[in-house]
């Protein structure tokens, strides 16, 4: 599986979100990305965003001031 990374620290909400949304629909279902995001509204608004659109989010690092996110991308693409 291919994966990838962003780090998006200092990136304010919504542009964060977006930028994670825009570069999961060019991935394939089950490829994972690697995110760091800022603590706080970030946090609480991209964790929620991403699962609501159907994807698999865990915390697998944190540190003061930001997070980082292992997503695995859920595409529901037809074929």
């Not at 570069?23 to 608004?45: C, F, N, W």
């Not at 991209?46 to 930001?66: D, T, W, Y």
């Not at 292992?70 to 595409?75: M, P, R, S, T």
């Amino acid at each position: 599986m291919s994966g990838g990374s962003l780090d998006l620290r200092g990136t304010p909400c919504p542009v964060n979100f977006i930028r994670c949304r825009l570069t999961l629909e060019s991935m394939q279902s089950g490829s994972s990305l690697e995110v760091r995001i800022d603590r706080g509204e970030p946090e609480a608004m991209v964790i929620p965003g991403l699962r609501e659109a159907g994807h698999q989010v865990e915390v697998i690092g944190e540190e003061e001031g930001s997070i980082t996110l292992q997503i695995i991308c859920c595409n529901q693409q037809s074929e």
